[in-house]
């Protein structure tokens, strides 16, 4: 079955570093992959979309110049947190459309947990 | 923007009983999708929906497309422990488009 792969699961990084989380389809190609972020006992809240070879689409009130996304190749997608602040910390979640196709659901990638201090 | 209402929140059941939650929404979908999440895990795709009116079962759960495509339900027969975790609905209005969730249903099963 479709694979989604996100590395790392957690990290902790110091406020003002910056930290770049992997999201990669291992048995299929994505056009598109979705950045979702997720507080504690709340939904997945979607941040972009990452398109390849183009620029990411953005939802309204995400900083396009903090979280910085790069489509560069059909299987990979990553997620930069410039300058994390400690009210950056959440549960970060990539997507893809299952076997490259939106007819099969999307799969989820394990998500990162991401611990500013 | 839309809107998806998922409930109930949370439920407490006992082992081998059956459990039932919904989602409704203010606006159609034409993919309703299923997801269970565990802690510290992304969200796993249970059952998918393509089609209004279609019932679908994966096991001991059934879910279907409601005929007015702004509903679903879920339904987990006998639940055991492993059942345990927050059951995520989500609507796609057209393919290829993001997916809109509902807030989660909380589900417990004690032994």
């Known amino acids: 079955g479709a694979v989604v792969s996100q590395h790392p699961s957690w990290v902790i990084c110091k406020s003002g570093t910056s930290v770049k989380i992997e999201c990669r389809s291992l048995d299929f190609q994505a056009t598109t992959m979705f950045w979702y972020r997720q507080f504690p006992k709340q939904s997945l809240m979607l941040m972009a979309t990452?398109?390849?070879?183009?620029?990411?689409?953005?939802e309204q009130g995400v900083e396009k110049d903090k979280f910085l996304i790069n489509h560069a190749s059909l299987t990979l997608s990553t997620l930069t947190v410039t300058s994390a602040h400690p009210e950056d910390s959440s549960f970060y979640i990539c997507s893809a459309p299952a076997g490259g196709g939106p007819f099969y659901g999307y799969t989820f990638g394990s998500g990162t947990r991401l611990t500013v201090v | 923007g839309q809107q998806l209402n998922q409930s109930p929140q949370s439920m407490f059941i006992q082992e081998g009983e059956d459990v039932s939650m919904n989602c409704t929404s203010s606006s159609i979908f034409n993919t309703w999708l299923w997801y269970k999440q565990d802690p510290g895990e992304g969200p796993v795709l249970l059952i998918a929906?393509?089609?209004?009116?279609e019932l679908t079962s994966n096991g001991r759960l059934t879910a279907q497309f409601g005929i007015t495509r702004k509903d679903s339900f879920l339904n987990i027969s006998a639940s055991i422990p492993s059942d345990v975790g927050i059951y995520f609905c989500a609507g796609q209005e057209t393919s290829g488009s993001r997916l809109t969730f509902g807030e989660g249903t909380q589900l417990t099963v004690n032994p």
């Open positions: 990452s398109n390849e070879g183009s620029k990411a689409t953005y």
């Open positions: 929906l393509y089609k209004a009116g």
